[in-house]
């Protein structure tokens, strides 16, 4: 592969600093919800989910995350009511809905400011490759239907390091979705010791779909996916419209929209994600809002008891590290 030479360059930096960092350590529980490559794997609505678990079992949860698409220069608290995406990124937003958020590539700032906030149980969402902090429990989700595609490492493929290198680090894979695409990760991690949990995406507003016909739009990192998602909770897609991961939508492009499904009489849809980026926008946004239905979806775990193991162990790692 013509790439290549410039994956293994690539991988073998990445190795490296997943296996000799020292990140800073924060004084409650981490657990990272990551992923092997770059793109979607669902690792968001995983991380809701653990949150919705925690609370349950009395902890007060936060978020961390880069904000990916936004602005910001120094870790924040996220105001859910007020940011928008320019500023915090899209995912920032859609925690912000569930439990506090804070945000900025500095892992360890970010965690202080939860620490402040009141939050005893800290969710990364994402950030498992940087090792900025310290991590106790890594759970790497991965998409069922795409898996790691070729297997190389950017930029001849979507890996983020080599797979083994990754795995080293990892305690746990999830693995999202139908299909078969994630069995060779399966098979690796069963070899190295690793859990293997799984769990699919349940529609939430599946009854507001049925025999409606849709103009779908995306940006995020596998828009097939959310196609198929509508079609599958019984809506019609009869044109779709792709953008970049995290794009930031202008007027001209959100008019293109109203008015592409204007003309085939046509319904909009689009996912949370891209609904968090119109939130707070110019008034043509905000049109293009009221005429949306977003997809809202729910992870279902295959054992109800998942998401509070993974807690409790986290916990327990915490305990531990707090002892040594």
Not at 108 to 113: G, I, M, T, V, Y
Not at 276 to 301: C, K, N, P, Y
């Amino acid at each position: 592969m013509l790439m290549s030479p410039f994956a293994l360059a690539y991988g073998s930096v990445a190795a490296r600093r997943l296996e000799r960092a020292s990140p800073p350590a924060i004084d409650a529980p981490v657990l990272c919800v990551g992923n092997f490559t770059i793109g979607g794997s669902g690792k968001t609505p995983v991380a809701i989910a653990l949150a919705v678990a925690a609370r349950k079992m009395k902890l007060n949860p936060g978020f961390l995350t880069r904000g990916h698409g936004g602005s910001l220069r120094s870790p924040r608290i996220v105001d859910g009511e007020h940011d928008s995406a320019r500023t915090t990124g899209d995912e920032p937003l859609l925690l912000a809905r569930h439990a506090p958020v804070a945000a900025g590539t500095n892992r360890h700032a970010a965690a202080q400011l939860l620490r402040k906030a009141g939050c005893d149980f800290l969710i990364m969402d994402d950030g498992f490759q940087s090792r900025r902090l310290d991590i106790d429990y890594a759970l790497m989700v991965v998409d069922n239907s795409r898996g790691i595609g070729n297997g190389y490492v950017i930029p001849a493929g979507p890996m983020r390091a080599p797979l083994v290198s990754q795995l080293r680090r990892t305690d746990a894979v999830l693995v999202m979705g139908s299909g078969d695409a994630g069995d060779d990760v399966v098979r690796m991690a069963a070899r190295a010791a690793k859990p293997v949990y799984k769990a699919t995406t349940v529609v939430r507003n599946r009854d507001a779909l049925a025999n409606r016909r849709f103009l779908a739009f995306a940006g995020i990192g596998n828009p097939e996916k959310f196609f198929d998602t509508v079609v599958n909770a019984g809506g019609w897609v009869s044109v779709t419209r792709k953008f970049p991961d995290h794009h930031l939508f202008d007027d001209r492009e959100m008019k293109e929209l109203l008015d592409a499904a204007a003309s085939v009489d046509l319904e909009l849809i689009t996912t949370a994600k891209d609904a968090a980026r119109l939130a707070h926008g110019s008034e043509t946004a905000q049109r293009l809002l009221e005429q949306l239905t977003v997809l809202e979806i729910d992870v279902a775990f295959e054992e109800n008891g998942i998401p509070a193991a993974l807690i409790e162990e986290t916990v327990k790692r915490y305990s531990l590290r707090e002892t040594r």
